[in-house]
């Protein structure tokens, strides 16, 4: 078996929804907006995660992960720290900041447990998603391109996941709907390739107030 299929074996295990670090437990804002009537239809609930693709975590989480995959390569402990907290910053409520820690540091517990040992500091510290997923990327040699490409279906597919539980949405109207966002993500991957440093970032004012919302909300499904 080659390096690269080796690093390929290594991305699926990276982005499986069978990963225990608890992204399955969030929703991001989407089940208020369609608990408070939103979004009423599977259409809309894609063109919400859409939205969020193109305009959110494509124009920030996207970019910053390539930043903090280049620091981890590079051994650049400065640029691995501010990358992490300018994208903890940019979290626009409790719910998705507590997420991104919440998250993050599973996933330092679990690729310190698999031998990466530049995750175990990070056990203990404040650290995102994306700068766990990176490192890991780096640390199994998988091409930060290939990287980018799995962290944002990995995001896409919860957020229909999510969209299952709360929607009468069945399996299979629910692959359609991930097979047609699946063509939008290498767009978002090449823009976010291309972003300078000061293009990087943006805000979603309904996702925004939805997440907040939804930390208050009397019901719910999902982790806040």
């Given at each position: 078996m080659t390096d690269q299929s080796v690093s390929l074996l290594r991305l699926m295990h990276l982005v499986s929804p069978a990963?225990?670090?608890?992204?399955?437990a969030y929703s991001q804002g989407q089940e208020y907006a369609i608990d408070c009537g939103w979004l009423k239809t599977p259409a809309q609930v894609e063109d919400w995660i859409s939205g969020v693709l193109h305009h959110g975590i494509g124009r920030l989480d996207a970019p910053i992960l390539l930043r903090l995959y280049r620091a981890w390569q590079q051994e650049?402990?400065?640029?691995?720290?501010?990358?992490?907290?300018?994208?903890?910053?940019?979290?626009e409520t409790r719910e998705l900041l507590e997420e991104d820690l919440q998250v993050g540091?599973?996933?330092?517990?679990?690729?310190?447990?698999?031998g990466v040992e530049r995750a175990r500091p990070w056990r203990d510290q404040g650290t995102c998603l994306a700068s766990q997923f990176s490192l890991a990327a780096v640390h199994w040699a998988i091409c930060p391109e290939q990287a980018l490409l799995g962290y944002l279906w990995s995001w896409c597919e919860n957020q229909i996941a999510a969209a299952g539980k709360t929607l009468p949405l069945g399996q299979t109207h629910a692959h359609?709907?991930?097979?047609?966002?699946?063509?939008q993500i290498p767009p978002v991957a090449?823009?976010?390739l291309a972003l300078a440093d000061d293009e990087i970032g943006g805000s979603l004012p309904g996702l925004a107030i939805a997440s907040a919302r939804h930390e208050t909300q009397y019901s719910r499904l999902f982790r806040s």
């Open positions: 990963l225990p670090i608890g992204a399955f650049d402990q400065p640029g691995t720290e501010y990358w992490n907290q300018f994208l903890l910053a940019s979290r540091r599973a996933l330092a517990i679990l690729l310190a447990s698999l359609n709907m991930l097979q047609r966002l699946l063509q090449e823009q976010a």
